[in-house]
């Protein structure tokens, strides 16, 4: 999956370090972040790879094994040689170490773009010294990343599965039940209206299987496979998706991308691991 980076180690512990010329950085144009292609593979951007660049321009975010990552705090010139690709290429270029750093920065870039004032009175927030936070010096209302947890259902009825497609999104090859936890509920209460909801059957047997910081969306996923539990008609929630059926082992598609939970629980489906 894309956080799978072994033998790097991603280190989100809150010990900034000062910015020096060979400081990673990562610039964002809305989804877009900048990079120097070459084809799957790519570099990012080094500090000294924009004159005149000053230490408050950007925003210490994280470490990848002894490499530091920045934040640029405003959209920055691209170098020659460096271009804005689209986040969702992440989902196949390497490496892949920077790919994750790509997605997970994206994921902070918009929480610090969306928190600049307070909520509450409208004064600037301040950075925590102590602790990946903003606050507020008046009124102390504090503001923490953003993370939706979600889950993602793996419905079996013997040796079909329950597979679907989303409406109204860019996202169109194939997927499994998925949905926000609501307040109030246990993540398992979560995958019972989800169910529910999207395609109107019940399920039984859930088991955890794994989760996965899914940045695209600043979502965490919980990943549950469960059984069909009663009549296997299915009532299409067609404001959520386009389409739902069952399928058999031998038509899940082959996981070529190798970075998402939801396909590499349809992959043990297709190979009978579960």
């Known amino acids: 999956m894309i956080q799978d980076i072994s033998p790097y180690t991603y280190h989100n512990e809150f010990m900034p370090v000062p910015i020096d010329e060979k ?3 990562l610039s964002y ?3 877009s972040v900048l990079v120097r292609q070459e084809g799957n593979q790519f570099t990012l951007p080094a500090a000294s790879d924009f004159p005149g660049w000053k230490a408050d ?3 210490w975010l994280f470490a990848i094994d002894d490499i ?3 934040l640029a705090r405003r959209t920055l010139p691209a170098p020659e040689g460096f271009t804005y690709v689209p986040i969702r290429y992440m989902r196949h270029a390497g490496p892949r170490h920077l790919a994750f750093a790509c997605v997970t920065g994206m994921s902070l870039a918009g929480w610090y ?10 004064r600037p927030l301040q950075h925590s010294k102590k602790e990946r936070m903003l606050y507020c010096p008046s009124c102390g209302i504090m503001n923490y990343p953003r993370i939706n947890p979600a889950v993602i259902v793996a419905v079996r009825n013997d040796d079909k599965l329950l597979v679907s497609t989303y409406a109204g999104r860019e996202y ?7 949905g926000f936890a609501e307040i109030g509920e246990t993540i398992e209460e979560t995958v019972h209206r989800e169910v529910m909801e999207e395609v109107g059957i019940r399920v039984k047997n859930l088991r955890f299987y794994k989760s996965q910081p899914w940045c695209f969306t600043d979502t965490l996923l919980f990943g549950f496979f469960c059984d069909l539990d009663g009549a296997d008609t299915l009532r299409v929630d067609h404001e959520e998706l386009a389409t739902a059926r069952w399928i058999g082992r031998d038509e899940v598609p082959d996981d070529v991308e190798k970075v998402s939970l939801t396909m590499e ?3 043990l489906f297709k190979e009978g691991k579960a």
Do not use: E, S
């Open 113 to 122: 773009r969306h928190h600049q004032l307070c909520g509450c009175c409208g």
């Open 57 to 59: 321009n950007f925003i």
């Open 29 to 31: 144009d809305k989804k």
């Open 68 to 70: 530091p990552f920045f």
């Open 172 to 178: 169109t090859n194939m997927a499994l039940i998925a």
């Open 23 to 25: 400081a990673c950085i």
């Open 265 to 267: 629980m349809m992959t």
